[in-house]
């Protein structure tokens, strides 16, 4: 599976927008980029997948560079609520994910 | 619905103790998970079952056994507690027709003295 590469750490201004990168060069052909995010100790949340495509949905849009070898999350309107660590995971199935240490994206007033 | 839900949400054991931590989901998920999270880290995957009648090994199995006892329930069992297994411990399901999401439940705290 193909490894990530994600910032620590990340800031927002409440109402911007929020853009998080995700660096997966070795992204095979078959390999889906997938969010997820962990609110202060709750269960990881899923928040949007895509193959190649770019992807939108009611929480945020994902794009994917054309070669496939980065790709981000972007939450349009960060609120408070939306403080969290931003987990970017490439994988080709859903069983075995693999969680690295992700961002933690701080949203400030 | 409930979704995925796990018992017991805190708990304390002694070095070499036993216990089972349960989980269950109520959305007719084929697979189903287990990970650890310590703390300031990402989540690593002890084990996992694609489907009932089958677990698999994820990537820290070690001192951990699993029952897939039906398709609702999947339980985690440490048969001898150690220091090192003290963590956070979440349970997910998924459906395997679709390939994209998780479940997570609320996690279980575990310390081990």
């Known amino acids: 599976d193909a490894k990530t590469t994600q910032p620590t750490s990340m800031d927002c201004a409440e109402g911007r927008a929020a853009n998080l990168p995700c660096n997966h060069s070795?992204?095979?052909?078959?390999?889906?980029v997938y969010w997820y995010r962990q609110i202060h100790s709750q269960g990881p949340q899923y928040i949007i997948h895509g193959l190649k495509n770019n992807e939108t949905n009611e929480m945020a849009s994902l794009i994917i560079t054309e070669d496939r070898k980065s790709s981000t999350l972007i939450l349009p309107h960060a609120t408070l609520r939306d403080t969290a660590v931003y987990y970017c995971?490439?994988?080709?199935?859903?069983?075995?994910?693999?969680f690295g240490a992700g961002t933690r994206l701080t949203v400030k007033p | 619905n409930a979704g995925v839900t796990q018992t017991p949400k805190f708990q304390v054991l002694k070095t070499g103790q036993s216990m089972t931590l349960q989980c269950a989901q109520d959305m007719n998920h084929n697979s189903m998970y287990w990970y650890r999270q310590d703390p300031g880290m990402g989540l690593r995957l002890i084990y996992y079952s694609a489907s009932e009648g089958t677990t698999d090994k994820g990537e820290v199995p070690n001192g951990y056994n699993v029952s897939r006892l039906n398709k609702r329930e999947f339980s985690l069992r440490l048969e001898s507690a150690a220091p090192s297994q003290t963590s956070v411990y979440f349970c997910?399901?998924?459906?395997?027709?679709?390939?994209?999401?998780?479940?997570f439940g609320p996690g279980t705290r575990l310390t081990v003295l």
């Open positions: 997910a399901s998924s459906d395997l027709t679709r390939v994209n999401e998780q479940f």
């Open positions: 070795t992204i095979s052909g078959n390999e889906y």
């Open positions: 995971i490439v994988k080709h199935n859903n069983n075995d994910m693999r």
